[in-house]
């Protein structure tokens, strides 16, 4: 049987369990999010034992040479004695600006009380009450948008940190962010490569700051963004990527697919990965940003890859809902 | 070690080249593919990129016993001579599409079949 110690206590791993699963299942006090190796949030130090490649291999080498893991994605063949990260990441202050619904998703402003140093792409963990975490993309370009950090938040059934954010949390109110993480950014200095941009539900927020990122920094190049809901309500930022393409009709190319019965005639019917593929088969020397519902993410990335897109190129931010 | 085949293929650069090409290959091999259903593209992407470095002769580590145990689980699922013909014939068509010379394809190929045994468990 494996073991782990923490806090001077042995503790035996359960069949399959991960450390985070057998952390929690002891009652430590432990923060975590996603549980799926991709924000950080539960991140420690191997003291002793090997926590093995799977739950390291996304860290920098950095955080690596310092014995650092992922508990939440962590299947030791060994013991291991665990230990806090001592330099985590820094919990910032911000004030609310504005909250701005737009159908289900609500467009959340928050101004950090000092500057933090971000890109449109990346994401921040959001600490919500009773210490509970969820890591949200930005989809804000700091120069173009006083350093606000943009959020969209998808209301869910169940989701207790969204409908906190829904419907407790007032404008003008403090709400701690950590971060910002990820590397889901535009990627400088190649102005004329054409980009593909497929998203659903609030992966808009990503491109939506990708985009503008893009243009802000004089980008020439084609760029088609395919935004992908069940109904036409979900396409969140209809208007605006409508206005947007207008002013460069020669550029932008905004492709809105609605995949449920009711489809409107400015609406492609189908998934928005469909459509982007059945107009663009070949993706040899594209770069390509893909967002939103994890399974969406996965076999997307295969297919833009065996149509021709390079690994480096192809750009994700799969969030796994949290259990 | 000037002119080995590593540095003659044109070392890392070489391999960077190829595992894209190689690896777009292996997905879209109806035969071998269904191996590498939900397997996370980035960590796939790193395994080809150590098999190629294997195959081109570069600086490893891996042992006998390394090959056997990181696809014991795979052969579990059926692996066979097959699927790793196709996967010889993959690798062939990869270097192939590099214009790789013929008799350099061939030392790869030799390098990559000597693992047949252990890759196979057998």
């Given at each position: 049987?494996?073991?782990?110690?923490?806090?001077?206590?042995?503790?035996?791993?359960?069949?399959?369990?991960?450390?985070?699963?057998?952390?929690?299942?002891?009652?430590?006090?432990?923060?975590?999010?996603?549980?799926?190796?991709?924000?950080?949030?539960?991140?420690?130090?191997?003291?002793?034992?090997?926590?093995?490649?799977?739950?390291?291999?996304?860290?920098?080498?950095?955080?690596?040479?310092?014995?650092?893991?992922?508990?939440?994605?962590?299947?030791?063949?060994t013991d291991l004695e665990?230990?806090?990260?001592?330099?985590?990441?820094?919990?910032?202050?911000?004030?609310?600006?504005?909250?701005?619904?737009?159908?289900?998703?609500?467009?959340?402003?928050?101004?950090?009380?000092?500057?933090?140093?971000?890109?449109?792409?990346?994401?921040?963990?959001?600490?919500?009450?009773?210490?509970?975490?969820?890591?949200?993309?930005?989809?804000?370009?700091?120069?173009?948008?006083?350093?606000?950090?943009?959020?969209?938040?998808?209301?869910?059934?169940?989701?207790?940190?969204?409908?906190?954010?829904?419907?407790?949390?007032?404008?003008?109110?403090?709400?701690?962010?950590?971060?910002?993480?990820?590397?889901?950014?535009?990627?400088?200095?190649?102005?004329?490569?054409?980009?593909?941009?497929?998203?659903?539900?609030?992966?808009?927020?990503?491109?939506?700051?990708?985009?503008?990122?893009?243009?802000?920094?004089?980008?020439?190049?084609?760029?088609?963004?395919?935004?992908?809901?069940?109904?036409?309500?979900?396409?969140?930022?209809?208007?605006?990527?409508?206005?947007?393409?207008?002013?460069?009709?020669?550029?932008?190319?905004?492709?809105?697919?609605?995949?449920?019965?009711?489809?409107?005639?400015?609406?492609?019917?189908g998934r928005a990965s469909?459509?982007?593929?059945?107009?663009?088969?070949?993706?040899?020397?594209?770069?390509?940003?893909?967002?939103?519902?994890?399974?969406?993410?996965?076999?997307?990335?295969?297919?833009?890859?065996?149509?021709?897109?390079?690994?480096?190129?192809?750009?994700?931010?799969?969030?796994?809902?949290?259990? | 070690?000037?002119?080995?085949?590593?540095?003659?293929?044109?070392?890392?650069?070489?391999?960077?080249?190829?595992?894209?090409?190689?690896?777009?290959?292996?997905?879209?091999?109806?035969?071998?593919?269904?191996?590498?259903?939900?397997?996370?593209?980035?960590?796939?992407?790193?395994?080809?990129?150590?098999?190629?470095?294997?195959?081109?002769?570069?600086?490893?580590?891996?042992?006998?016993?390394?090959?056997?145990?990181?696809?014991?689980?795979?052969?579990?699922?059926?692996l066979n001579d097959g699927?790793?013909?196709?996967?010889?014939?993959?690798?062939?068509?990869?270097?192939?599409?590099?214009?790789?010379?013929?008799?350099?394809?061939?030392?790869?190929?030799?390098?990559?079949?000597?693992?047949?045994?252990?890759?196979?468990?057998?």
């Open positions: 049987m494996t073991r782990i110690t923490w806090q001077g206590q042995r503790y035996e791993l359960q069949e399959g369990e991960t450390v985070l699963e057998a952390l929690l299942r002891i009652g430590a006090s432990v923060p975590y999010s996603c549980r799926s190796g991709v924000c950080q949030t539960c991140m420690m130090r191997a003291v002793a034992g090997d926590p093995g490649e799977a739950s390291r291999h996304r860290l920098s080498e950095e955080q690596r040479a310092r014995g650092a893991f992922l508990p939440c994605i962590c299947h030791p063949q665990l230990a806090p990260m001592q330099d985590e990441l820094p919990i910032m202050a911000t004030t609310v600006v504005s909250k701005t619904p737009l159908g289900d998703v609500l467009r959340l402003r928050l101004a950090p009380r000092k500057p933090i140093s971000f890109r449109a792409g990346q994401f921040i963990n959001v600490h919500a009450e009773d210490g509970v975490v969820r890591s949200y993309s930005i989809a804000s370009v700091p120069t173009l948008d006083d350093g606000v950090l943009e959020l969209h938040v998808r209301r869910l059934p169940d989701g207790r940190v969204s409908t906190w954010l829904h419907e407790v949390l007032r404008e003008g109110d403090e709400l701690c962010v950590q971060g910002p993480l990820g590397e889901c950014c535009y990627v400088l200095g190649e102005t004329q490569r054409p980009l593909l941009l497929i998203g659903t539900g609030s992966g808009l927020a990503p491109l939506w700051g990708i985009l503008r990122d893009a243009l802000h920094n004089g980008h020439t190049g084609p760029i088609y963004l395919y935004h992908g809901s069940r109904d036409a309500e979900g396409l969140y930022l209809h208007d605006e990527l409508c206005a947007l393409e207008a002013m460069r009709p020669e550029q932008f190319h905004y492709i809105p697919c609605v995949s449920g019965p009711n489809v409107s005639p400015d609406c492609r019917s469909d459509a982007a593929l059945a107009d663009h088969s070949k993706l040899t020397g594209w770069r390509v940003y893909v967002c939103g519902h994890p399974q969406m993410v996965e076999e997307t990335r295969r297919s833009v890859f065996l149509a021709g897109a390079r690994i480096a190129d192809i750009h994700t931010d799969a969030f796994t809902l949290s259990r | 070690m000037a002119d080995s085949l590593y540095n003659r293929l044109g070392g890392e650069a070489a391999v960077n080249a190829a595992v894209d090409i190689f690896y777009r290959k292996v997905l879209a091999d109806k035969r071998i593919s269904h191996f590498f259903d939900n397997v996370d593209m980035s960590r796939q992407a790193a395994k080809q990129k150590a098999f190629l470095t294997v195959a081109f002769g570069g600086p490893n580590n891996y042992s006998g016993q390394d090959m056997r145990k990181g696809h014991a689980h795979l052969v579990s699922r059926g699927h790793f013909d196709a996967v010889m014939e993959n690798l062939a068509a990869t270097l192939q599409e590099l214009s790789v010379p013929p008799e350099m394809i061939a030392e790869c190929a030799a390098i990559a079949e000597s693992t047949r045994s252990d890759v196979l468990c057998r």
